[in-house]
């Protein structure tokens, strides 16, 4: 069975510095394009970033230039660099990805950043 498993979330200080985990696991053949998703208390899911399996990137314009999408295509891994961390950052992050044409969602990551 396949599953997106996130982690690296946790409690950073206004300015600090954090990288999220996706790992896909399973019987998988290929994965397209993955990406992160984040829900702030009380909001909507709002789309944080996206790469395509040739490495394209895409950034929602809050996080551009401060948080780095990447992936280890032999780790089944996305990987999500998020640097100058304001509060507004806080959210549950989930990450997504195309495996096999069928589109996965991950169970979710805290990331709080106090005021």
């Known amino acids: 069975q396949v599953q997106l498993v996130e982690s690296g979330g946790g409690l950073v200080q206004p300015g600090g510095s954090l990288r999220l985990s996706c790992a896909a696991s399973?019987?998988?053949?290929?994965?397209?394009?993955t990406g992160w998703y984040r829900q702030a208390p009380g909001k909507e899911r709002d789309w944080v970033a996206d790469?395509?399996?040739?490495?394209?990137?895409n950034y929602a314009a809050a996080v551009k230039g401060r948080f780095i999408i990447s992936r280890d295509n032999a780790k089944n891994t996305t990987y999500l660099q998020m640097n100058s961390l304001e509060p507004e950052d806080t959210a549950v992050y989930y990450c997504?990805?195309?495996?096999?044409?069928?589109?996965?969602w991950g169970q979710g990551t805290q990331l709080t950043v106090p005021l």
């Open positions: 997504y990805g195309e495996i096999d044409y069928i589109h996965y």
């Open positions: 399973g019987n998988i053949f290929s994965i397209g394009g």
């Open positions: 790469i395509t399996s040739g490495g394209k990137t």
